[in-house]
């Protein structure tokens, strides 16, 4: 066999927005807007095509874009980022998180994974060799177990994997489990990759808590962002890491290999509308009141949630309807109610005890409306 990943297929977000064209379901499974993007952010991109800016950029980036990142990152978490040496701008979150794990990842090195998972970390670990270890989130409530978390780590942990907020769970870590997970790494060499790509899509006036802010973690940390998720443009797949130097320089060895560098005219416009903290400021209270519209209209369905705490994503639990499989009772929905959402079980379980959907919530209120309509008729 050939196959460096046999058992790797088409992604369940492929699948699932293919079966929603298919079926012509409303899709709320893949997690993207449904609706365009600031004009003002637009215009800038085309300006910067219709300008100088077509070829190459440098390969960590243009130094103006992580001059903005660093006063945004410092202001928000206190950390300063050397622009010229602890940044770079990626293709994405997915393509800063694939390059970090390259870059360290040798053969039989343990990578601890915390499921569910976001689909890209393990193909990532297993191409490069590495062997991922998991960590279920506790029960429904999907709690996390430091316990079993510190069972897992020995001498051949070179990293650890953390994403808060969570996809698929919209659970985000509380300051006291990143003072737990800093206390448990102290005086290891293990590295933290901390997909941070939510950021700004937090609720209930919570902070978010950057692996940035922690200053032994910060030490030790590659942290990925995404403009696809803050800004509304998940096709334009920009995003950027920061790490410490020594990381950083690694980092941008392989990065120089994998893409040389992102998309040029894209950072030009994004760097003048980073500069305008509003436009990412204002996420919050965005989409937590879409939250709240999608939770409040299925008050009566027979579906039954906690809100999430973060992230564009709600799980239902359908628990009182049947006990179908995730994945069985996602498909049903999408062909015969014609509406298409993620089975949590795509994102690395095995096997779930428990019935619960993903629906994307990063939808246009009249969206959001009929979606209630047809989940209020299950
Ligand atoms: N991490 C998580 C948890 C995500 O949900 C996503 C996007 N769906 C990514 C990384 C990838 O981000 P990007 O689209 O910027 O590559
Ligand atoms: N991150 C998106 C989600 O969770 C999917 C991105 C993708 O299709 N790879 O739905």
């Known amino acids: ?50 300008g100088d800016f077509n070829q190459y950029a440098p390969m960590q980036g243009i130094l103006s874009l992580r001059e903005v990142i660093s006063e945004k990152i410092e202001s928000l978490h206190g950390t300063y980022y050397h622009p010229e040496t602890e940044i770079t701008v990626t293709a994405g979150a997915t393509q800063a998180i ?21 689909d890209c970390y393990e193909p990532a670990i297993e191409v490069n060799g590495g062997v991922p270890v ?16 510190r069972e897992q ?37 293990i590295i933290l990759l901390s997909d941070e790509v939510y950021e700004h899509i937090i609720f209930d006036g919570q902070i978010h808590q950057s692996a940035s802010s922690f200053a032994d ?34 980092f941008q060895k392989v990065h120089q290999f994998n893409v040389f560098c992102a998309n040029h005219p894209l950072q030009q416009a994004l760097t003048t509308y980073l500069k305008t903290p ?30 999430a705490q973060g992230t564009y994503f709600q799980l239902l639990d359908y628990s009182k309807i049947t006990h179908e499989p995730d994945t069985v009772y996602a498909k049903r929905l999408a062909i015969d109610h014609k509406i298409a959402s993620i089975p949590v079980s795509g994102f690395n379980l095995d096997q779930m005890d428990h019935q619960q959907l993903r629906f994307c919530f990063a939808k246009t209120d009249d969206t959001l409306k009929r979606a209630i309509d047809i989940l209020l008729k299950v």
Not at 227 to 244: D, E, Q, S
């Open 217 to 250: 973690l910060a030490s030790r940390s590659f942290i990925c962002a995404s403009f696809g998720k803050t800004f509304h443009i998940t096709g334009w797949k920009m995003g950027y890491c920061v790490a410490p130097v020594a990381l950083m320089k690694e």
């Open 1 to 50: 066999n050939t196959s460096k990943l046999p058992k790797v297929g088409t992604t369940i977000f492929t699948t699932m927005s293919r079966l929603a064209t298919e079926q012509n379901a409303l899709n709320l499974s893949q997690g993207f807007p449904d609706f365009a993007p600031d004009p003002l952010l637009i215009k800038l991109a085309v300006e910067a095509m219709k």
């Open 153 to 189: 780590i020995n001498s051949r942990t070179k990293m650890i994997i953390i994403n808060t907020p969570h996809n698929p769970t919209g659970k985000i870590f509380s300051r006291e489990d990143m003072l737990t997970l800093q206390e448990i790494l102290k005086d290891t060499a």
């Open 134 to 149: 998991f960590v279920q989130l506790k029960g429904k409530e999907y709690k996390m177990d430091w316990e079993g978390f």
């Open 98 to 118: 694939y390059t970090a794990i390259s870059t360290f990842i040798r053969p039989n090195d343990e990578v601890i994974v915390i499921k569910p998972a976001y």
């Open 278 to 307: 509003e436009h990412y400021l204002e996420l919050n209270d965005f989409y937590q009141s879409k939250r709240d519209l999608f939770n409040k209209g299925l008050e009566g369905s027979k579906f039954t949630s906690t809100p």
